[in-house]
T-cell receptor
Framework: AQTVTQSQPEMSVQEAETVTLSCTYDTSESDYYLFWYKQPPSRQMILVIRQEAYKQQNATENRFSVNFQKAAKSFSLKISDSQLGDAAMYFCAYGGSNYKLTFGKGTLLTVNP | DAGVIQSPRHEVTEMGQEVTLRCKPISGHNSLFWYRQTMMRGLELLIYFNNNVPIDDSGMPEDRFSAKMPNASFSTLKIQPSEPRDSAVYFC?????????FGQGTRLTVV
């Protein structure tokens, strides 16, 4: 069974600075997807960024980028120029051949003004 | 598109009562998922459907929980009888392919 581990329960960053959230996963599959979801206090789950495992190039969405290390089974999220609105719980998720999403426990990000 | 629509947003019920949560997936999506979120256990997949057929219900905690998807545009998650430990936020999500879109969740409180 796939597992997703987020080793940082909480992180904080100063506004305009950069922060990196860590995620590791375990799988025996070769083809899969990885996701970062954001959950603000409104509790809506918002997709931030996705990465296909077959792609070597790291995904980027504006201020959000990932560092995908397939051999190490690592998938970290970098948030550049952090904004107050980035404060939320961030979940790393694995999507395999069965289309189920397996989530990590989450990292609570605080942005300090 | 209005996105995944869940109702109700909040539900407070007494222990022993039946609770029904509802979900309307995004039109054209062929997979539907029910997740439960608690502080202790995080996000857990309860059950998922593909083309209206239940594919994996191994996450359903016990027989008190049941889910149906009578057609492509509607699903229900029922708890009967409800217990205080069922208190959680229940999410419905739909997808076509790998990217899942979530509803706003139903916060269930069983007193």
């Amino acid at each position: 069974a796939q597992t997703v581990t987020q080793s940082q329960p909480e992180m904080s960053v100063q506004e305009a600075e950069t922060v990196t959230l860590s995620c590791t996963y375990d799988t025996s599959e070769s083809d899969y997807y990885l996701f970062w979801y954001k959950q603000p206090p409104s509790r809506q789950m918002i997709l931030v960024i996705r990465q296909e495992a077959y792609k070597q190039q790291n995904a980027t969405e504006n201020r959000f980028s990932v560092n995908f290390q397939k051999a190490a089974k690592s998938f970290s999220l970098k948030i550049s120029d952090s904004q107050l609105g980035d404060a939320a719980m961030y979940f790393c998720a694995y999507g395999g051949s069965n289309y189920k999403l397996t989530f990590g426990k989450g990292t609570l990000l605080t942005v300090n003004p | 598109d209005a996105g995944v629509i869940q109702s109700p947003r909040h539900e407070v019920t007494e222990m022993g009562q039946e609770v029904t949560l509802r979900c309307k997936p995004i039109s054209g999506h062929n997979s539907l998922f029910w997740y439960r979120q608690t502080m202790m256990r995080g996000l857990e997949l309860l059950i998922y459907f593909n083309n209206n057929v239940p594919i994996d219900d191994s996450g359903m905690p016990e027989d008190r929980f049941s889910a149906k998807m009578p057609n492509a545009s509607f699903s229900t998650l029922k708890i009967q009888p409800s217990e205080p430990r069922d208190s959680a936020v229940y999410f419905c999500a739909s997808s076509f392919g790998q990217e899942a879109f979530f509803g706003q969740g139903t916060r269930l409180t069983v007193v």
